[in-house]
């Protein structure tokens, strides 16, 4: 089993932040330009372009100059793969808790049985 997480780990710290989480929103609705992100959020271009930094580098966001407009646009190949990432984690842990299920309702039956 191939382990994602030293992959993911930057996409699941990108994606903690609510303005970082906003902006991927956002992005999935299409590609926009960098002012256009930034205009929701009270605060400086120079902050808000740190927080793309950080999309960029975890790989989530691309941004390419058209003209005099910088646009943005989401890549969807890290977020499927942590999307992937999770499935499995909620798969273990689905099983793991049919089998506690299954231990408890086997240990209830016992009871009931020596009771009686």
Do not use: C
């Not at 999309?55 to 003209?67: D, H, I, M, P, R």
């Not at 190949?77 to 309702?105: C, G, M, S």
Request: aromatic share 6%; hydrophobic share 45%; no cysteine.
């Amino acid at each position: 089993m191939t382990n994602y997480l030293p992959r993911l780990a930057p996409v699941f710290h990108a994606l903690a932040d609510p303005t970082r989480g906003a902006v991927v929103a956002r992005l999935a609705e299409g590609p926009a330009s960098v002012g256009a992100l930034a205009e929701p959020f009270r605060m400086a271009l120079p902050t808000f372009l740190q927080h793309l930094k950080v999309l960029e580098a975890a790989g989530l966001v691309v941004s390419e100059k058209q003209g005099r407009v910088r646009m943005v646009r989401i890549r969807a190949a890290p977020l499927a793969e942590a999307e992937d990432w999770l499935a499995r984690r909620r798969r273990e842990w689905e099983a793991k808790l049919d089998r506690l299920q299954a231990f408890v309702e086997a240990l209830e039956t016992e009871t009931k049985e020596k009771d009686h």
